[in-house]
């Protein structure tokens, strides 16, 4: 016997933010002699939005790689402390005519 992995998808915004939820699926098995019925309940909690906050950077302009910058975020938090820091991406982009470089720093 295999199962069948597919995923139960919702369409954006059907789902309540920072929300209680209790899902249950039952199967009723029909083809048997034996007629059966499985069924799994899950809870689950959907998340808060993130607070947002600022972001400045000083100087404002500068030579890529040479320059050093100070950025200062201020004022982000995650949707609550349970859910663990917040985690970003800085990366600097360099125009050449044709050609976009980048830099990436985590």
Known sequence: MSADMSA???PEGALNNNTNYTLTVIVDNQQSTAQ???????????AAPIK???VSILPGNGVMLQTNFNIKMQGWA??????GPLT???FAVQ???DKINSVKRT
Do not use: A, C, E, N
């Open 36 to 46: 059966t019925r499985h069924s799994r309940t899950i809870h689950f909690m959907t």
């Open 52 to 54: 947002v906050g600022s």
């Open 78 to 83: 995650p949707s609550s402390p349970d859910k």
């Open 95 to 97: 125009r050449q005519k």
């Open 88 to 90: 970003y991406t800085l």
């Open 8 to 10: 139960l998808m919702y």
